[in-house]
């Protein structure tokens, strides 16, 4: 994201941790058991990993901007109901825990000739929320007041950030320079100096843009439209081409519970847009899912009358969407020396448009662990099946190992696959000498005699080495013996017993093997295939990983 669209400036609308209301401070607790287990050093440790997902890849994108603007800002300050919990639920510890580390949830920004106004709303909640009758009203005052207060000034730090923001395209100083003069303290000079940064009620606004945790009151069954991904809209009555006013299905449900409310009080939402004034756009969190209103019952900007409010989805796929994602604003408000906008008559354009906005989804991941488990599944399926046939239909290549590989193999050839080829004649008195060491074999063998005569007849060779016929006395050979050279039956016949064949003959000339070896022979085929496969899969795997 930050390599290929490179945005200016990341807003981020609360909630960053899970349970950060819960994780106990080094002054406070959870009032929840279930939580008491995690403290101070749990927090840091999700504050550590927030910081490796977004702080540290934030400049892969540079550090400069390519708009003009006074370089890249990604501010995270803004907090939601499960970083300090909602209105008197709050444990002052949890929120200056916060504050410290992310900053002042109240602030205004300027950015792309737009004002953004962040106020802390899950704080503001406090305000004479339903049923704290019980809270303690100090207590509570102490939660909302610091917010009511910067809501009661906001207008006034509004004008100061433009007409700074208007100094600085214009190659001025942000601020107020004095001359460097000695002066006498209680010379009248002083007085005529400007004592603040504020130019006053009407002096030149950009558009105000909203931000909140909390999306604003609206009545209950407001549709969200087409993008909500959960509950998408509910088809509307046969004959009827417009979406439907009222959709219970599709829109966000009015009700709150333990630390949590979907939307603000009435009260608090109007007190809100009014006090920030001049507000165009609002973009909220809090639900997870999208959702688009616009508003009709606020006093919105006089550019675009009703106020337009996004609730934006979540960036992360465990917060019940398949497909998590962010939104992308691009801003466009040229202005003159003044601040004033170019192109637009005295009172303004009504509906002149300087904001749009895109929903950008991210990969859908539930689906891509679906199909790896299918994936998964198809293998082990083929797997088993080629294991299978090998063990108990005693398929040859290619579905089995090479019979090498096997322990106990020969390392050396018993045959040279070159050696002369045998007349018609010699091919026959070869098998018929081949049958009578055969038979003369198996006889000697239930003996168990240590010593052969010299004049047993050699085995067919097929091309191996023939011995000397003379006369000779064979000791008891050792291991894998010094005996005569054994005939290809008897070599297919060792090998068959050595993964656990029967002795016994089947049609085609096949033999069978026992239950025992044919089931050790199925989990070694098993396990060699899925090894194979495995490995394969780790480095194709870990060369993505590593290319990113």
């Known amino acids: 994201m930050q390599q290929t669209l490179h945005p200016d400036t990341a807003f981020f609308l609360g909630d960053l941790f899970d349970g950060g209301r819960e994780w106990a401070t080094y002054s406070s607790e959870s009032p929840e058991k279930r939580y008491k287990r995690y403290g101070e050093n749990f927090w840091l440790r999700e504050y550590g990993r927030f910081c490796r997902i977004f702080f540290d890849h934030w400049a892969d994108g540079g550090v400069s901007s390519n708009s003009g603007q006074r370089g890249r800002k990604i501010i995270a300050s803004l907090p939601g109901n499960h970083d300090l919990g909602l209105g008197v639920g709050i444990q002052p510890a949890v929120r200056d825990r916060f504050t410290a580390f992310f900053g002042e949830g109240n602030r205004?920004?300027?950015?792309?000739?737009?004002?953004?106004?962040?106020?802390?709303?899950?704080?503001?909640?406090?305000?004479?929320?339903?049923?704290?009758?019980?809270?303690?009203?100090?207590?509570?005052?102490?939660?909302?007041?610091?917010?009511?207060?910067?809501?009661?000034?906001?207008?006034?730090?509004?004008?100061?950030?433009?007409?700074?923001?208007?100094?600085?395209?214009?190659?001025?100083?942000?601020?107020?320079?004095?001359?460097?003069?000695?002066?006498?303290?209680?010379?009248?000079?002083?007085?005529?100096?400007?004592?603040?940064?504020?130019p006053g009620e009407g002096a030149p606004e950009f558009p105000t843009i909203l931000l909140t945790h909390v999306p604003l009151y609206r009545p209950d069954g407001t549709p969200c439209g087409p993008l909500r991904e959960h509950w998408p809209p509910s088809p509307p009555p046969k004959g009827?081409?417009?979406?439907?006013?009222?959709?219970?299905?599709?829109?966000?449900?009015?009700?709150?519970?333990?630390?949590?409310?979907?939307?603000?009080?009435?009260?608090?939402?109007?007190?809100?847009?009014?006090?920030?004034?001049?507000?165009?756009?609002?973009?909220?969190?809090?639900?997870?899912?999208?959702?688009?209103?616009?508003?009709k019952g606020y006093t919105g900007s006089p550019l675009t009358g009703a106020i337009r409010e996004i609730t934006v989805k979540s960036v992360s796929w465990a917060m019940g969407v398949r497909k998590p994602g962010f939104l992308l604003l691009s801003l466009w408000n040229p202005v003159d020396a003044d601040g004033n906008p170019v192109g637009v008559g005295e009172g303004g354009e009504p509906g002149r448009k300087t904001v749009q906005t895109h929903l950008c989804l991210l990969p859908d991941q539930l689906a891509i662990f679906i199909r790896y488990a299918v994936l998964i599944g198809i293998t082990v399926s083929a797997l088993l099946v080629r294991a299978f046939l090998v063990a108990f239909f005693?398929?040859?290549?290619?579905?089995?190992?090479?019979?090498?590989?096997?322990?106990?193999?020969?390392?050396?050839?018993?045959?040279?696959?070159?050696?002369?080829?045998?007349?018609?004649?010699?091919?026959?008195?070869?098998?018929?000498?081949?049958?009578?060491?055969?038979?003369?074999?198996?006889?000697?063998?239930?003996?168990?005699?240590?010593?052969?005569?010299?004049?047993?007849?050699?085995?067919?060779?097929?091309?191996?080495?023939?011995?000397?016929?003379?006369?000779?006395?064979?000791?008891?050979?050792?291991?894998?013996?010094?005996?005569?050279?054994?005939?290809?039956?008897?070599?297919?016949?060792?090998?068959?017993?050595?993964?656990?064949?029967?002795?016994?003959?089947?049609g085609g000339g096949r033999r069978q093997r026992g239950v025992a070896g044919a089931g050790m022979l199925f989990l070694r085929e098993v396990g060699c295939g899925i090894w194979r496969v495995v490995w394969v899969v780790f480095l194709w795997y870990g060369w993505l990983v590593w290319n990113g």
């Open 394 to 506: 005693n398929f040859s290549e290619p579905f089995s190992q090479d019979p090498s590989s096997y322990p106990g193999s020969p390392l050396l050839p018993t045959a040279n696959p070159a050696g002369p080829l045998l007349s018609s004649a010699e091919h026959e008195k070869s098998e018929s000498r081949g049958r009578h060491y055969h038979q003369h074999y198996h006889s000697e063998a239930s003996s168990d005699s240590s010593t052969a005569s010299s004049n047993t007849s050699q085995p067919p060779s097929g091309g191996l080495s023939v011995r000397n016929q003379g006369p000779r006395t064979r000791g008891v050979s050792p291991g894998g013996g010094y005996g005569f050279p054994l005939s290809p039956l008897r070599v297919e016949e060792m090998e068959m017993e050595q993964e656990g064949f029967k002795g016994k003959a089947v």
């Open 108 to 198: 205004v920004d300027i950015v792309g000739n737009h004002t953004f106004v962040s106020v802390d709303v899950v704080s503001l909640s406090a305000k004479n929320q339903p049923g704290s009758e019980h809270i303690d009203p100090e207590q509570s005052r102490k939660l909302w007041k610091p917010v009511d207060e910067f809501l009661n000034g906001v207008k006034a730090v509004k004008r100061r950030a433009v007409a700074a923001e208007i100094r600085y395209q214009n190659g001025g100083p942000e601020g107020i320079r004095h001359e460097h003069v000695v002066t006498d303290v209680n010379d009248p000079i002083i007085s005529t100096k400007p004592s603040t940064l504020d």
């Open 240 to 295: 009827q081409t417009t979406p439907l006013e009222h959709d219970e299905r599709n829109a966000i449900a009015v009700r709150q519970g333990y630390q949590y409310q979907n939307v603000l009080q009435p009260e608090i939402s109007k007190d809100l847009v009014e006090k920030v004034g001049n507000v165009g756009y609002v973009f909220s969190g809090d639900d997870h899912d999208y959702c688009e209103v616009f508003h």
